[in-house]
């Protein structure tokens, strides 16, 4: 594999991975490990068709359509887009939630950093690697914050461990390679300004959606998962991106907390 350091991020061009590796991150060392950042592509081989998206610029009182599930569209970051449903008010806009489990039984977190994908041989080279950390680091930030205050987070799967994944995506299954961002360790101080985020950064953000996906960390049972691209206003700047943050954390540890309480 070769390597090349930009703007302090170590970005590594990796082998296609294999079908059991595939639409997954890449083993991470533990959160309190060296910190680095990586873009991978990914080629159609190695990615499982699946996703969760929920946008970034969300908020729980956007307006709703009926939602139309395209497998086609989706970006490949989950497993198993047939199980998914059309959401309801305050929900995501397709959902899955498997009624056999309950969050009540989960008193820890693993929450892994946050990825950001798009379609596309170096689709996000256009976008400042900066850029790229701080909006994964924004809404890692954000979720991680909110987290904190129900749930203990820890860096190991085990009983009674939920594990989290969020990625920002712009990105089609059937699409032939994927540009892939992720780091190991979000960084520990927060960014400063409030400056209009840069052309490209805006374009990405515009039309980027959110994934995610709730699994038992002990068995890698899918517990929950959802795709919502609801927006209520475009992202101009800084200060947009993270507010849009901190109100989809907000809405998500709500939905978490109800959820476990009336388990």
């Not at 059937?174 to 960084?187: E, G, I, M, Q």
């Not at 206003?233 to 943050?245: F, G, K, M, P």
Request: with cysteine; aromatic share 8%.
């Amino acid at each position: 594999m070769s390597k090349r350091v930009v703007a302090g991020l170590m970005v590594a061009q990796g082998r296609p991975r294999t079908d059991g590796e595939a639409g997954k991150p890449s083993p991470l060392p533990g959160p309190y490990g060296n910190r680095y950042a990586a873009r991978v592509r990914f080629t159609r081989s190695a990615l499982v068709v699946a996703s969760l998206v929920v946008a970034l610029s969300v908020v729980a009182c956007a307006k709703r359509v009926t939602p139309v599930l395209n497998a086609a569209e989706m970006s490949g970051f989950l497993d198993d887009y047939s199980r998914l449903v059309p959401g309801g008010p305050d929900q995501p806009t397709f959902v899955y939630h498997d009624r056999r489990a309950t969050l009540a039984a989960y008193d820890r977190i693993l929450f892994e950093p946050v990825t950001i994908w798009r379609s596309g041989k170096q689709s996000l080279a256009d976008i400042p690697p900066e850029d790229l950390e701080r909006l994964a680091f924004e809404l890692q930030r954000a979720v991680r914050t909110r987290l904190e205050r129900s749930f203990r987070l820890v860096d190991q799967p085990g009983p009674g461990v939920l594990r989290i994944r969020l990625g920002l995506t712009q990105a089609r299954q059937d699409d032939p390679v994927l540009d892939v961002f992720t780091y190991a360790v979000p960084p520990t101080a927060a960014f400063s300004g409030d400056e209009p985020l840069a052309p490209a950064t805006r374009t990405f953000v515009d039309a980027a959606a959110l994934e995610g996906e709730l699994s038992d960390a002990a068995s890698g049972a899918v517990v929950a998962m959802g795709v919502d691209r609801r927006r209520a206003h475009q992202l101009q700047t800084w200060a947009d991106v993270r507010a849009a943050a901190d109100r989809w954390a907000a809405w998500f540890e709500g939905r978490l907390e109800r959820a476990r309480t009336s388990s």
